[in-house]
């Protein structure tokens, strides 16, 4: 025999013992099972079908019984393992995968804890367990309609309120347990839309809005386009908003020579009013009053006297024009991180007779290295060489080494009758900052909007002296020093935000001399107009710089002589690297639940600084927002 079963063949003369019989050799080919068993030992069909089908079974102790089995069409190796389950499961077992790869067969009761998590429904014939989310319905309530369709030995855990179902069962029962899922987890909502002829669209949906309250189960989004109104509801709601918006919509055309006052909500009534008195003329009706608008400053309101076919057409101009303009958060992200390093190095001398000695004068100084030598020299030379005048050498050596940085090695002093000073002066410094700037500003669409944080610094413009030097006078103008962020926002299509910009950040250097007033400033400033996504951070500009300067100042001839050279010899190295970048990020907010979040989040933020820096943990911002 050539299939795995080939040792199983029997005959009707141990039918009590037959479990396998192979196919005809033509069916043997083609490699078919044929089933036939009476009353065979459960477990040695276990073993059978772990030979064909070349899996390894784990099997439970309390795993007895026999088991008959009749087949008249050959069976493939898959089709052997699910007859197997079938056979398993019929007699009150359950056939579970592993995680190692092995099946393990037990008691259906209670299986259900070792059943393996899957995605979708399972392996046909094993148990498996699931989760099925839900969107609308109740997790307890859907469980309802579920429990009876599971398995006696399924296990089905729902908590009420919450939106997640964990089912065990076999992979049928979980097919139908999502069926009915999808079937019932909709909001059972429509829509319908309503042609208003009387009222304003923006009016009535205000009223529905409110009729609703904020967690109502239908809302109102009005289109003033055409002055229609959307109702998103259950069919029972829409059925209840019907009369209402009937009811509401009633009324004719406003009597002739009658008086509008229309409350603004939104728009500014001034801007309203003088777009109005340019549409007046094209109203004008010959043999009657001509039509005339005003407008109330302190309620915000427009008032119109015209007649009822004109007021009801302006009244429709005010509420497009009336609507809630969308704002833009504008934030700014300026980053900057600069290295500087420079390193000094130089030797002054002199040499100089003293009393009468003719020694010659010879000495380097060099205007960029501190101390000035001469004065070194001066100071020691003028001390005299009395003993009593010789004490202030000291003194004067040292006023003239103030200032000085880094390390210094040197001498000074008379040697007989010759003066003689020297000073070896080397520093290094190394600065880095690493800067990080986040102004924001928010505004309404198409409305400028600054934000400046620093200070007002005066520059002196001009100055002067009167005659004899009396009455002296200086003019400055003060300067505004920070960061500075002017924008224009304005939204398009698409929620591509039109963004002109304008970002500057300025600080103090120092003075301009040492012995001036003046100030010199760091100024970094980009003005330009980009288009941005809604939420999407751009690149506006930025600066990456690598400036290395080496100076070197020296006597000429001596200095470029070798080795020695370096004593007629001052260098100085400076590399100052800059990266400069600024980013900018639009964010568009539609309305109050935009808004929320983005409030929200930098009120957290403030929270956590002010308790991390008080003495108690408490945050003054929450005294000033709840008292």
């Not at 056939?95 to 429904?121: C, H």
């Not at 880094?406 to 008379?414: D, E, M, P, T, Y």
Request: without cysteine.
């Amino acid at each position: 025999m050539k299939q795995s079963l080939k040792h199983l063949a029997f005959g009707a003369a141990f039918t009590a013992a037959s479990l396998f019989v192979t196919a005809a050799p033509v069916m043997a080919q083609n490699g078919g099972h044929l089933i036939t068993m009476q009353q065979a030992d459960i477990r040695a069909f276990i073993d059978d079908v772990s030979v064909v089908t070349g899996k390894t079974f784990l099997v439970d102790p309390r795993v007895q019984g026999k088991v008959t089995i009749s087949s008249e069409q050959n069976l493939s190796k898959a089709e052997v393992f699910a007859v197997f389950k079938d056979v398993m499961r019929l007699h009150g077992y359950a056939v579970t995968r592993t995680a190692t790869g092995e099946y393990r067969i037990t008691l259906l009761q209670g299986a259900a804890q070792d059943a393996p998590f899957v995605q979708n429904s399972g392996y046909n014939g094993t148990l498996a367990t699931t989760i099925i989310r839900l969107n609308y319905v109740d997790a307890a309530e859907a469980a309802k309609l579920i429990k009876p369709v599971m398995h006696s030995q399924g296990v089905l855990t729902a908590t009420s309120g919450g939106n997640i179902i964990v089912v065990t069962d076999f992979p049928e029962n979980l097919r139908k347990a999502r069926e009915i899922v999808s079937a019932m987890d909709t909001d059972g909502k429509v829509m319908e839309t309503v042609q208003l002829s009387q009222i304003s669209a923006l009016d009535a949906e205000d009223a529905i809005n409110k009729i609703a309250g904020p967690r109502g189960s239908y809302r109102a989004i009005a289109i003033p386009g055409n002055n229609s109104l959307i109702l998103e509801g259950t069919t029972a709601d829409i059925a209840r908003l019907r009369p209402i918006i009937s009811q509401m919509d009633r009324g004719g055309i406003t009597p002739r020579g009658a008086v509008s006052v229309i409350s603004l909500r939104f728009a500014d009534g001034e801007q309203i009013a003088k777009i109005l008195e340019k549409l007046l003329p094209s109203y004008n009706i010959e043999g009657q009053p001509s039509p005339t608008v005003a407008f109330d400053v302190e309620s915000n309101s427009i008032i119109i006297s015209a007649s009822g076919e004109t007021q009801q057409a302006l009244s429709g101009v005010i509420r497009r024009l009336d609507q809630r303009r969308p704002q833009v958060l504008v934030e700014a992200i300026i980053v900057e991180v600069s290295d500087t390093a420079t390193k000094d190095l130089g030797l002054q001398f002199a040499l100089a007779g003293a009393n009468g000695n003719s020694v010659p004068f010879v000495g380097t100084n060099y205007s960029r290295q501190a101390p000035n030598i001469l004065s070194l020299t001066g100071a020691v030379a003028t001390a005299g060489t009395d003993g009593a005048t010789n004490a202030n050498i000291p003194s004067a050596a040292l006023n003239s080494l103030f200032g000085l940085d880094g390390g210094i090695l040197g001498g000074a002093g008379l040697s007989g009758n010759t003066l003689f000073s020297v000073v070896l002066n080397a520093v290094e410094t190394d600065d880095n900052s690493n800067v990080l700037s986040t102004p924001f500003v928010t505004t309404m669409d198409n409305v400028p909007a600054t934000f400046l944080v620093g200070q007002e610094i005066p520059i002196t413009t001009g100055e002067s002296l009167g005659g004899n030097n009396l009455n002296p006078f200086r003019t400055f103008e003060r300067q505004d020093v920070g960061i500075k962020l002017e924008v224009l926002p304005q939204i398009s299509e698409g929620d591509v935000v039109r963004l002109t910009i304008s970002q500057e950040v300025s600080s103090i250097s120092g003075a301009l001399t040492g012995v001036s007033t003046d100030f010199v400033l760091n100024k970094r400033e980009i003005s330009t107009t980009v288009l941005a996504n809604d939420g999407e951070v751009i690149v506006l500009g930025g600066l990456i710089q690598d400036d290395e300067q080496l100076d070197i100042d020296k006597v000429p001839l001596l200095g470029d002589a070798p080795v020695i050279g370096r004593l007629f010899q001052s260098r100085g190295k400076s590399r100052v690297k800059t990266n400069l970048m600024v980013f900018l990020r639009p964010t568009i907010i539609r309305n109050a639940e935009d808004a929320r979040p983005i409030t929200q989040e930098r009120l957290r933020t403030m929270r956590e600084y002010q308790s991390q820096n008080s003495e108690d943990g408490t945050a003054k911002l929450d005294m000033a927002i709840d008292p």
